[in-house]
């Protein structure tokens, strides 16, 4: 039986007796767990920790195992014989067939877990009724990272529209932020009117109501890039120029309430990982062994000041605001982009912040540049050419060091934590572009 099997046999009957073979002698465990950061060496050791965790047997409610030559990638919900949920992810990295890693992390539970209450998820009618007539309004289940809670608005003359809950400083990277409600006090600041032309940023309206923001969208999911959708180079182009557009409208501007750019460095921070230490958000939990993956994964002469400026990077910041700051969308990703007739769509504006416009083109060449059809060198030409007059090459070169300061925990972890094939390869073709360039970033910040 494979390793993932015998796992959920376990789970199942309580029984870990049975999963003592499925790993390696020397085989380690690294949990990151409410309220705890677990890490367990040798086989007996690891069943020790599962069987404290998993006692009894348990009802396995979602199971969902991706295998691969070298182990495989688990979500499991296991409900326990006192009625408890618990959702985890599960990575697991075998060797001569038996598990030589695992890696495991907390995750909210689906099962039995209680949303907002009715009149929580009641956009204010004030707000509504200044858009017209309402016909019906539907909670939209959020794929996001913030846990906003989402509503689709149909009004009775077929428009459709999205209100967003905002709850200020609510979740973890609204904590982390200090958000007061950004994507409101954009819009009611009146910010929104010196957008330019080619960008549509689909806020409409907000309001205040029982402690929370409720703000407005127009409903733009048909106009946004699909999934797997290769994204041609002309496209990405008109991104960075309408992204370029907002940058010159703003320059100099001090927008209240926006992100400040030392706390979007470090949004992903291990540091993150010691606040939420009680939580359930999956992504705090797998920061700690992320950011060890990648000083793993990087060589030791960029990942080691790399994660000193992870760790602090106020220095780093200080230094990109001294070349001039202007508002960035802070989260510039194809989930959020999409190109439509002479327009430029961006939606979720949570991560606003007031910094350089280099911050933006490493976010945006993260995770978009994969299915651009350019390569990053190219993208990067396309951004200092939206650029013109106002391009900063020092601060192009030494800004990009900000690719690895975000990303580097994804990197790592596809690196050396996923066992997808697919996923090192392209971890190992991010690091071979990223690497080199935040070497001299490096070089010419600190020399």
Known sequence: MRPASLLRAALEAGDHAGLVRAYAPDAVLDAG????????VGREAITARLAGWYPGRGR????SAREYNDGAAVWVERIDEGGAARRQRHYLRTRGGRVARHWIYAAPPRAGTPGLAADQLAPPPELLARWGVVAGC???????????????????????????????????????????????????????????????????????????????????????????????????????????????SFWGSRIPGLARLARRLDVAGPGVAERQRAGLDLL??????????????????????????????????????????????GDLRDEHLGVAGERVVLIDWGLAT????????????????????????????????????????????????????????????????????SERAWAEEELAWWVPRARRALEMWTG
């Open 354 to 421: 007031r910094g350089h416009p280099v911050v933006e083109l490493c976010w945006y060449l993260c995770h978009c540049a994969w299915r651009i059809d350019a390569t990053r060198d190219e993208i990067v030409e396309d951004f200092r050419r939206a650029r013109g007059d106002d391009d900063d090459a020092e601060a192009l070169e030494i800004g990009l060091l900000c690719g690895l300061v975000m990303y580097g925990w994804i990197i790592g972890h596809s690196a050396v934590v996923h066992p997808d094939p």
């Open 33 to 40: 767990l409410p309220g705890e950061r677990v890490r367990a």
């Open 138 to 248: 539907q909670p939209i289940a959020s794929s996001g990272w913030s846990g906003d809670a989402l509503v689709a608005v149909t009004m009775a003359d077929g428009c459709r529209l999205v209100a967003k809950r905002i709850v200020p400083g609510g979740g973890w990277i609204g904590a982390h932020t200090e958000d007061p409600g950004r994507e409101a006090l954009l819009v009611n600041g009146g910010w929104l009117a010196g957008m330019p032309p080619s960008l549509e940023p689909a806020l409409i309206d907000a309001e205040r109501a029982d402690g929370a923001w409720w703000v407005l969208m127009k409903d733009v999911s048909d106009e946004l890039w699909p999934d797997g959708r290769r994204i041609p180079r002309e496209e990405s182009t008109r991104v960075l120029a309408a992204a370029d557009a907002m940058w010159r």
């Open 284 to 329: 705090p939990n797998q920061l700690e062994a992320a950011w060890e993956a990648f000083a793993e994964a990087a060589p030791r002469d960029v990942a080691d000041p790399v994660l000193a400026v992870v760790g602090d990077p106020s220095r780093l910041a200080s230094w990109l605001e001294g070349r001039g700051t202007t508002l960035i969308h």
């Open 60 to 63: 396995i409610v979602e199971w």
